[in-house]
């Protein structure tokens, strides 16, 4: 009789998942927690001997780390892990994702825009480019400002060696993420353990600093240093800064890897270093100046300044990768006008990259290191933007739980309120920050808020304008059976945004030509407020009389309309043409500032500016552009 098998069916699917789940975990190392890994770098330095740091005696030692201890625990652990990142939006999250998810009321059939919440959503995520200026810079100078620490030789070279570094960073990222991407795990791995290593190390030196976890000394902490003390807290939230990104990259690893990662190693690693700190400057408060380089013995300094240049290099790839995906979901959203879009691997759509956006990052954070030239300064500017995000992010997440979950006030509004109490204070604790560099975030980010604002509002008048000078497809056809127009071979694609109206390069194109083809092909590429949409629901065909067909095609906030897809699609639902026979014609409107009712005559002259570069319609939707006439038309605002 052979031996029974060892494993039931259960076992092996278990493991899998296991296996699969670990996977995702070492990946969410280098993308998810790049920029929380990176703040021991300067989050102690700054409470000690930034510009509100205390002085490091044992009290305020141990009030500041109990501090650091449960803002971990309450801002990332809870409030991101157990509660936000609930609202996922069909498996993505992300601010834009959960202005989505919370931007809508159903009551019935009746759907209620609610301009309050998609206000918050866009400017939270204005806030975002801002940080994504700050976070590569502060975090690389402060990594090669370990240099240093061994001695003041390369102090001259601190910020041209950064900006090299950051330069080289930004060149590369047109080749794609995909190979860089499968060390990043395995780096950020060995920089966690790390971490944990120089913590445990000065740690044995002085291990009754544990008892830092005590909110006791939190709450003498603020008793001892009164409003000091607050003003410390803007410094103490330099350790969650990178919470926001356990969400914005939920969809690519999913709840689970993101938690484990957090819970088995990020946090303890985290807390570890953090401790270990602690204890050196209770052993030694002169090193108040970069306790975190001090933790390393003199031989291990410069493998440590390499180990965490790498690190930082590795939290920036995370921040200009959010930025792109975020400038791709404002485009698909309508906030942003259509820029290229260029995708760097076969396998994974996830990853593009944006040329523009890349210049504008880049000149951006050189002009930040040349301008604050020390990560010193630069922590004076930062946090305020980020704690602004986390405030919307709060509201946003109530929002979804009373309307979306149907949570009941008595128990949304409590659990909100705690995390609002924590955010309030971080921001208002930031809030000093903005004279001394602050107002750069904030600028920044009004500057992205008008501009995605204006796109949005002024596409919706343009709309306007145009359904008003259309007329309805039902009186064209029916216009047909008196004077019908010439019919020509071939196949002719309109595109339209409204699917019940006219296009106006149809109108157009019967005006002057006085043609029109056998079969014609209303497109309309509808933009839908979730992630992505199934294959089977991406195109609907609707055959209508007088050979004329209106083809709408549906793309999520994630994905990018391509028409050869939608042809292909459309195949498939029975729908016959042949492409060499096909034309497609685009209207270009020349846009007129006017004193029309809309919009103020400033922004309409920026609305017709923006319209004016965006990226062509046959660029970005992928039309071959050999079967492409554009008719023009002039529309005023």
Known sequence: MSAPSRSTPAVPAATETSKRVATLALGALGIVYGDIGTSPLYALRECFSGSHGVQPTHENVLGVLSLVFWALI??????????????????????????????????????KVRPV????????????YGDGLITPAISVLSAVEGLSVATPFFEPYIQPLTIIILVGLFMIQRHGTAGIGAIFGPFMLVWFLTLAVLGVREMVSYPAVVWAVSPLHAVRFFLHNEGHGFLVLGAVFLVVTGGEALYADMGHFGWRPIKWAWFVLVLPALMLNYMGQGAL???????????????????????????????????????ISGAFSLTQQAIQLGYTPRLEVVHTSAEERGQIYLPGINLALLVGIILLVLGFKSSSNLAAAYGISVTTTMTITTVLAYVVARERWNVSRAVALPVAALFLVVDVSFWGSNLVKIAAGGWFPLLMALFVFTLMTTWKKGRDILANRLRGNSIPLKQLLGSFGDHPPVRVPGTAIFMTGN????????????????????????????SEEVPHVPPEERVEVIKLEEGFVR?????????????????????????????????????????????????????EALFSWMSRNARSATA??????????????????
């Open 74 to 111: 309450i801002v990332v652990s809870v409030k991101y892990l157990v509660f936000v990142m609930r609202a996922d939006n069909r498996g993505e999250g992300g601010i834009l994702a959960l202005m989505a998810l919370a931007m809508q009321r159903k009551r019935g059939e009746e759907v």
């Open 281 to 319: 400057l209770l052993r030694d408060p002169s090193k108040a100046s970069n306790p975190f380089f001090y933790l390393a013995p003199s031989w291990a300094l410069y493998p440590l300044v390499v180990l965490a240049t790498g690190a930082t290099v590795i939290a920036s790839q995370a921040l």
């Open 551 to 603: 083809v709408i095609a549906r793309y999520g906030f994630m994905e990018n309309p391509s028409i050869p897809d939608i042809l292909k699609r459309a195949r498939e639902k029975g729908l016959q043409f042949n492409l060499m026979g096909t034309s497609f014609f685009l209207g270009r409107e020349t846009l007129i500032p006017s004193k029309k009712p809309g919009m103020a005559m400033w922004r």
């Open 620 to 637: 970005y939707f992928r039309i071959p552009p050999n079967r492409v006439v554009e008719l023009g038309a002039q529309v005023e605002l």
């Open 499 to 526: 699917p019940e109206g006219t296009p106006p390069a149809l109108l157009h194109n019967l005006k002057h030509n006085k043609v029109l083809h056998e079969q014609v092909m209303l497109l309309t590429i509808a």
């Open 117 to 128: 919440v998609v206000t918050l959503g866009v400017f939270g995520a204005s806030l975002l």
